[in-house]
């Protein structure tokens, strides 16, 4: 399973990228706001920043909601670098945008994917990776996990090229349960990632060795 991170900060970025684990990042307009990144020039310049410091593919989202204003914006946005991925929402003309997308090359991110239907939709569209959001399902107390079940069973039925890219993963437990199901892809926080080091047996063993090795040294 691919490990994406889910944030538009510098910092954690190359946190991530150092500890040799990343295989890529998303981004969506909140994530990009609350870095303070707004005004085109700033925007562009960012996801340039992200795609010099990552190896793997960097989703962009568009803020178009129109088809043509969606295929402008996003063939700016691909054109930037070639780990670009554009990010388009699922409503109507996103799906028109990403077929468009798709016969052109240009590789996509369907994004805001709450059920099995939108999901094959985005499939059937040509989506290069399809975002269910496993955690804001779990917070209105529906099963994320579940949701990534069914669109896992519907794509092996017909052999959906389209990678599943679970998206506001929270914690270790999406992560594991994605893993088990077998996502392509998850995209979280680093928090996330970096909670599947902890373990309290490890702490204990490695204060453990570390007391004895001293012990002796001692002698
Ligand atoms: C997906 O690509 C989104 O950026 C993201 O995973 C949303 O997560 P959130 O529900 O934590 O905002």
């Given amino acids: 399973m691919k ?4 944030t538009a900060n510098l910092q954690q970025i190359k946190e991530a990228q150092d500890l040799g684990v990343l295989d890529g990042v998303t981004t969506n307009p909140s994530l990009m706001a ?6 085109d020039d700033n925007v562009i310049n960012h ?11 960097v989703s962009a989202e568009v803020i178009s909601t129109k088809y043509e204003e969606m295929i402008t914006e996003g063939e700016r946005l691909a054109a ?19 077929k468009y997308f798709s016969q052109k090359g240009i590789k996509t991110n369907c994004t805001l994917v709450f059920s099995a239907g939108q999901a094959l939709l985005a499939a059937k569209a040509g989506a ?14 529906v099963d994320g996990l579940g949701l ?6 519907i794509y092996d039925n017909y052999g959906f090229q389209t990678q599943i890219l679970a998206a506001s993963v929270r914690h270790s437990t999406h992560i594991l349960g994605c893993a088990k199901i077998g996502a392509d892809v998850m995209t979280g926080p680093l928090s996330a990632i970096l909670s599947l080091l902890k ?5 204990s063993g490695l204060a453990q060795f570390l007391a ?4 002796v040294k001692q002698k």
Avoid: Q, W
């Fill in 3 to 6: 490990f994406f991170i889910d």
């Fill in 34 to 39: 609350k870095e303070g990144i707004s005004g």
């Fill in 47 to 57: 996801y340039k920043a992200i795609c010099g410091i990552v190896d793997g593919d």
């Fill in 80 to 98: 930037l670098d070639s780990k670009i991925v554009v990010k388009v929402p699922m409503i109507k003309d996103g799906i028109k945008a990403i």
């Fill in 128 to 141: 290069t990776y399809v975002s269910p959001f496993i955690g804001r399902l779990d917070d209105i107390s």
């Fill in 148 to 153: 990534i079940e069914e669109i896992r069973e």
């Fill in 199 to 203: 373990h309290p047996l490890t702490d």
């Fill in 212 to 215: 004895d090795y001293e012990n």
